[in-house]
């Protein structure tokens, strides 16, 4: 198990064991190019939702929650696909057109993980926050508590993590830690665009989108000095 939940389990976080459940279908009508999800996976071709907007189109539904696998879109499998690739498949569904999820609800080994009420989307579903540090599990080696991101890094990947929720409809915190990484090796955003192309290139970014992203890193790096 390389990474367990994108790699990056801060100590507040449940952590779900995901034996498989209860297989159920949502249609979702795309109102507004937001879903409101952050999807997650385990490395090994399962993807997560790893949480759910307050107020959002998919907070609106019931029926879906925090760790349900993402099985099928409108039919189509997407097991032994990465998060990214799920994430960009539901930014290019046409707004105003139903279209249908399949998941797989987790089975709950606690009461305390149970379904949400009414006036929560899920348990776990509270404001994320942050510790001291965050648990790493690794498939060749002990886990190990390393020192949570500088103060600068949290900051800028929350910007560039607002820009591709506005881009791709998705949140993708690991994406955007991945940009953040990225731009430290470069030194102009011409450069920075030529870094993602070589590691993110799946995405094709366009050019006024990077320019942004590399603008909101750098007021990043002034906020915090």
Not at 74 to 99: T, W
Not at 129 to 141: A, Q
Not at 190 to 205: C, M, N, P
Request: proline content about 3%; hydrophobic content about 40%.
């Amino acid at each position: 198990m390389q990474r367990l939940l994108g790699g990056q389990i801060g100590l507040e976080d449940f952590i779900f064991a995901h034996v498989r459940g209860e297989t159920k279908e949502v249609e979702v009508t795309k109102t507004e190019d937001a879903l409101g999800l952050t999807i997650t996976d385990n490395g090994a071709g399962y993807a997560f939702i790893k949480r759910i907007k307050e107020g959002s189109i998919i907070n609106r539904i019931q029926a879906v929650c925090v760790g349900d696998s993402i099985e099928a879109i409108n039919d189509h499998s997407i097991v032994g696909c990465r998060h990214y690739e799920v994430a960009k498949m539901l930014r290019e569904l046409p707004k105003s057109q139903p279209f249908t999820l399949r998941l797989v609800q987790p089975k709950r080994a606690f009461d305390m993980i149970g379904q949400r009420s009414r006036s929560s989307k899920c348990p776990v579903d509270a404001k994320v926050t942050s510790g001291r540090e965050t648990l790493r599990l690794r498939s060749g080696g002990a886990a190990t508590v390393e020192e949570v991101p500088s103060e600068f890094e949290e900051e800028a990947s929350g910007r560039v993590d607002d820009l591709l929720e506005s881009y791709m409809g998705i949140r993708d915190p690991e994406l955007a830690s991945t940009m953040v990484e990225t731009s430290k090796k470069t030194a102009s955003a011409q450069e920075f665009a030529r870094h993602l192309d070589s590691v993110l290139g799946e995405f094709a970014f366009p050019d006024e989108f990077v320019v942004e992203v590399w603008a909101a890193i750098g007021e990043a790096r002034e906020a915090c000095g």
